[in-house]
Each structure stands twice: as structure tokens, then as C-alpha cells.
């Protein structure tokens, strides 16, 4: 018959069996951080790969746009160009066009923390023995490659619009699709850090997304606003990649001269700033810091919340 060992001698039992019990905690380190970037990163993929729906219905807006919209605008924009030219508007649309693709697929990737947070998964994530920057960097990595993929997608539709596909034009646009997808990611990061509510998040970025859109100049030319216009387009990360774009596409277009310089001066001239014309560089130097700052936010956000 088993008997129970009571008093003592059974405090002394229990002590014996924790001191056998040890939870091993790994240190943290610079190989485990970035073993957490690439699991964050890989599950964003995982995440897109498995739903198709959203791959097909995020194309859905840039395409009636350039389709629909480009070709309306076109017959309005007609008589303003040289008769001589043999120009689509649709070609004018389509960097601004090709942006909005990672647009949309960027910021809302972001919205799967907030999902995360509602479901108790993203506190699992945060007690994990990895910085908490990590999870981020991984977060904006994961969110950029998707929405570049999304655009690379879209790129794919550049001879609807009459834009060339050669080699040095699409490698630079690609580029630039990336740098403006890690930008849009960490500004959805950063937003999605302190909203508790995935509709509160919803809500908040369909208010912000057009604005960001309709402001970058992917519409209409930037020259000849009124003032308070164009401190607000200046104000745009969306501006400071749409315009370079657009100057690749023409300077890859076969124009003569003249037409190529009517253009570059009445439907895509130059950002500038009081007169001083920025340069494509720098332009994209902005964007660039623009989305290491909104991370850097980001991670600080993270590192107090919870």
C-alpha cells in the first residue's frame, strides 16, 4: 500500500524535484535577433501566400484607375498636349498609379498587429527572449517584400500603358517600389503600435491613405497649385517617390526633343522647394530617412507598450 509523505519530509522531496526542474532561458544576442527577423518576416509571407484573395483585390483599385480612370482624364487632358505628340495619358498616371499598388498592401500589412494584439498571439511574441526591435525590423522587412511583389505584379501591365520594359527602367523602379513599400510598412507600424482595435486601425488609415495618394502629384502635374497645396504636397513621402519615377519613365520614352521637353516641364517638372529644385537623390534620401525614423518610433512605442 503507497503512502503519502506529509511534514518535512516532503517540503525537503518538492525542494529536491525544483531544484532538478531548470528553464532555460537562451541570452539575448545578435543571432538570436536576427533569427526573430527572418521568423517575422517569413510569416508575413506565409500569411500573403495563403491568402490570394487579398493579392487579387489589392490590384483591383490600380487597375480601374489606370484603365478606367487614365483613359477618362485622357480625353480631358488631350487638348493640352502638342498635337504632335503621341503621348498617353495613361502613361502620365502610371508611376502615381504603380505606387498606389504598394499603398494599400503596405500600410494594411501593418494591420495584422493589431489582429495579433486582440488575439493575446502578439503578447507571446513580445515576451520572446529577442529584442523587441527585431520584431519590428522583421514587421516593416515583411510588409516591404510583400508590397514590392504586389507592384512587380502591376509592373508587369507597363506596356498598357506605353511604358517600355527595359532592363535599367524596370531595375529602378523596382528600387524605388522598395524603398517607398519599407517606408509605407513602418509608418503602418508605427500607427498600429498604440491602436488596440483593428477597425480603430482601419478607420484611421482609409482616412490617411488618399489624402497620401491624391497628394503625391500622381494625378496632375505639381506645378502651378496654390501655395497651401503645395506645402502639402511637399509634405508627402508619396511626392518624393512618384515624381523620380515619373522621371524615369519619360527619359526612357522614345519623344522627340520637344515633346520630351514639354513634358518634362508642363506634366512633370521638378520638385522644388522655394525655387531650388531637389534633386532625384536626395528625393529619395527623404523617403529613405522618413521610414528609418518612423521605425525607430515604432520600436520605441513597442518597447513601452504592453
Known sequence: MATQTTGPAAITDTAGVVDRIRVSVPERSLRHDLRAVSIVWRRELIRFRTDRLRA??????????????????????????????????????????????VLFTAIFSAGSIVWDREFGFLREILVAPVSRASIVVGKCLGGATIATFQGIIFLCLAWFAHVP??????????????????????????????????????????????????LSGALYPLNGLPAWLTVLTRLDPLTYVVQPMRHAVFSHLSLSPYVAAYLNTHLAPSITWGGWVVPLSLSLGIVAVMGLVMMSVAIAEFSKTE
Not at 74 to 99: C, E, M, Q, W
Request: aromatic fraction near 16%; proline fraction near 5%.
Open 165 to 214: 520594359y527595359k532592363p535599367l527602367l524596370i531595375i529602378s523602379l523596382i528600387g524605388m517600389l522598395l524603398l517607398l513599400s519599407f517606408t509605407l510598412t513602418a509608418f503602418g507600424v508605427m500607427m498600429a503600435a498604440r491602436i488596440k482595435q483593428f477597425q480603430a486601425f482601419m478607420a484611421l488609415t482609409q482616412m490617411l491613405v488618399f489624402p497620401l495618394f491624391f
Open 56 to 101: 487579387i483585390t489589392s490590384l483591383v483599385q490600380p487597375f480601374l484607375f489606370l484603365f478606367i480612370l487614365g483613359t477618362g482624364l485622357g480625353r480631358l487632358a488631350g487638348g493640352s498636349l502638342p498635337h504632335s505628340a503621341n503621348f498617353d495619358f495613361k502613361t502620365f498616371i502610371y508611376p502615381g498609379v504603380l505606387a498606389m499598388s
